[in-house]
C-alpha cells in the first residue's frame, strides 16, 4: 500500500480522532476528582495573615500664637506752658486840675441898704477842689494808646455848689478825654462863691484838666 492510498484510509483518520477524545476524558476527569485541586493547591501560594497596626494619625499642628498684644506708647510729656500773669499797670495819675478864675466884672453902682451892723464875712471866688472828692477817670481807650491829653471846661458854678451851663472851651488829644472832663465837672459838688455874706452863683468858672500817664509808663 503506498502512501496516498495509507491517507485516504478513513480508519486510520478515527482512530487518531478517538485516541485524541479519549485522552481528553481522562484529562477532565482527573481534574475533576482532584488533579485539578492538587494543582491548584500548589500553585496557590500560602495564605498568611499580618496584623497591621494602624498607624496612629500624626499630631495636629500646635495652635498658631496668640498674636501680641499692641499696647499703645504713652503720650508724649508735654510740660505745661509758664504762664506768666501780667502785673496791672499801676494807675495814671492825672495831674491837678488847674482853676482859672474868671475876670472880675467891674460891679455896678448901687445903693445899699442900710443893715443892722454884723460881723463882716469876705467875698470869695467858688472854690478849686470837689467837696465830694470825685476825680477825672483816664479814658480806656486813650490808656491802651498810651495818648494823653488836656481839657480846658467851662461852667456856672450854683449857690448850692452844683455846676450848670458846663461846655468844652478847648481839648487836646481826643474827644475821650472830654467826654470823661465833662463827666467829672458834672459829678462834682463845689464850694459856693460869697459874696456879703451871702452864697451866690458864679459865672463861667474854667478849669484847665490835664490827663498825663504815670511816669512809670513813660
Request: proline share 20%; charged share 10%.
Amino acid at each position: 500500500m503506498n502512501y496516498a492510498q495509507q491517507q485516504r484510509n478513513p480508519m486510520r483518520h478515527i482512530i487518531g480522532i478517538g485516541i485524541v477524545v479519549l485522552l481528553h476524558i481522562v484529562l477532565i476527569y482527573a481534574l475533576l476528582n482532584g488533579l485539578g485541586r492538587a494543582v491548584i493547591d500548589v500553585i496557590k501560594p500560602p495564605i498568611t495573615t499580618k496584623i497591621v497596626k494602624e498607624v496612629p494619625p500624626p499630631p495636629p499642628p500646635p495652635p498658631p500664637p496668640p498674636p501680641p498684644v499692641l499696647t499703645s506708647p504713652p503720650p508724649p510729656y508735654i510740660p505745661p506752658p509758664d504762664i506768666q500773669i501780667q502785673q496791672p499797670p499801676p494807675p495814671h495819675a492825672i495831674q491837678t486840675v488847674t482853676h482859672t478864675p474868671p475876670p472880675t466884672p467891674n460891679p455896678a453902682p448901687f445903693v445899699a441898704a442900710k443893715a443892722p451892723p454884723g460881723p463882716s464875712v469876705p467875698d470869695r471866688s467858688a472854690g478849686v477842689s470837689p467837696l465830694n472828692n470825685v476825680h477825672p477817670t483816664f479814658p480806656p481807650d486813650m490808656e491802651e494808646a498810651g495818648r494823653e491829653g488836656k481839657v480846658t471846661m467851662a461852667c456856672d458854678i450854683q449857690p448850692d455848689g452844683t455846676t450848670s451851663n458846663c461846655a468844652v472851651v478847648n481839648v487836646v488829644g481826643g474827644q475821650s478825654f472830654a467826654r470823661s472832663a465833662l463827666d467829672y465837672v458834672r459829678r462834682a459838688r463845689f464850694q459856693p462863691a460869697v459874696h456879703n455874706g451871702v452864697a451866690v452863683a458864679q459865672p463861667h468858672h474854667v478849669w484847665s484838666i490835664n490827663f498825663a500817664l504815670a511816669d512809670s509808663d513813660q
